[in-house]
């Protein structure tokens, strides 16, 4: 008899022991880009993304996220990969919507500014699932990137966005420093339905104008979250800026582009009157901005082939057809990568 308990005590001790170990592989403790200790699982099937970081960790696994972050047109479907929203649910973040879907680990994305550490760690909280933030400044790209591959075992996915960022982003970054002042163009973000919207220096939503070594000339209260400071025809007018870019909500339209290229008070603007004002590509997310993402990547070269062509010499075409097989997973032909960098309004 007691041979029999003593044999059974041994099987759940190992039985135990086994479990334990098993457990102690099926998790990990992570460091996320806001520094909290996040466990996580060992191997990661299913992912959630918010906006900001859709195309980042999208760039990496397609494959693995369970949500749309974007209610995208058919258009811009069309140029994504299928991985990323084919049979995945367009969601707004609310924790019911999260649940549903029942992923092993939620992103969360911010500049990492005051109080969003304490938000994490109440979705966290709320969620029971970890929460791992993510840093979407564009100086965390690389980082963040390299973080995306180690968690998901993407490494050598990642270091090839690395490579990207590093092939162009790093070197405008440096050349864009040694850009005498006296050449640095005088930039205004044309946004809203009349162009008296802008996001000024300092603001995550400008940030490419500031990175290409061009300056903001708008002068004017950063407005968090969104941002777009409403700002008057008179002040711009005192701006004068050289060059405008324009983005709208209603881009396919071209709505911002017209009404600068078209309003009495706009043709006094030095940008207008010298044909300098250019409606940033859109397709299948915003170049410039909103979402403030790796989509921004490309818009930065784009703006600084635009603005410095003689210092940046890139073919934006071939520019282009990599970016979109890097980063979204798809083969763009010349002709419609031609197309998406020369916007035209919808007939």
């Known amino acids: 008899m007691k041979n029999k308990q003593l044999k059974s005590f041994y099987t759940l001790l190992l039985l135990m022991l086994c479990c334990s170990f098993a457990g102690g592989q099926q998790t990990r403790v992570i460091t996320d880009m806001g520094g909290r200790k996040v466990t996580v699982p060992k191997i990661i099937k299913r992912v959630y993304i918010d906006k900001h970081c859709a195309m980042m960790v999208n760039a990496i696994a397609p494959e693995l996220t369970v949500n749309v972050a974007f209610n995208s047109p058919n258009e811009a479907k069309q140029l994504l990969s299928p991985a990323i929203w084919k049979g995945k649910p367009y969601t707004q973040g609310s924790a019911e919507e999260i649940l549903k879907l029942h992923p092993d680990i939620v992103f969360m994305s911010d500049e990492l500014s005051p109080g969003v550490v304490d938000k994490a760690n109440k979705m966290q909280a709320q969620l029971k699932l970890p929460v791992v933030l993510l840093e979407m400044n564009m100086e965390g790209y690389k980082p963040n990137l390299a973080f995306l591959g180690n968690l998901f075992g993407k490494q050598q996915k990642a270091a090839e966005l690395i490579g990207f960022i590093k092939t162009y982003l790093d070197v405008i970054e440096k050349r864009a420093k040694q850009i005498p002042p006296k050449a640095r163009r005088q930039v205004y973000y044309a946004e809203g339905p009349n162009g008296l919207s802008t996001d000024p220096s300092g603001s995550k939503h400008s940030q490419i104008i500031d990175f290409v070594g061009a300056t903001n000339i708008a002068r004017a209260e950063i407005i968090p979250g969104k941002g777009m400071s409403v700002v008057s025809m008179e002040q711009v ?51 410039f901005d909103r979402p403030p993402g790796t989509n921004r990547i490309l818009g930065t070269i784009w703006t600084a082939n635009l603005l410095y062509p003689a210092i940046f010499k890139y073919d934006m075409v071939k520019v282009t057809q990599e970016y979109f097989r890097k980063f979204y997973h798809v083969n763009l032909s010349a002709a419609k990568a031609k197309e998406l960098i020369n916007p035209k309004p919808k007939q």
């Open 237 to 287: 007018m005192v701006w004068n800026p050289e060059v405008i870019l324009v983005w709208t909500g209603s881009a396919e339209n071209l709505v911002t582009y017209k009404y600068v290229n078209s309003d009495p008070l706009w043709a006094n603007i030095r940008a207008v009157k010298n044909k300098l004002v250019y409606q940033i590509p859109w397709l299948p997310y915003g170049w």
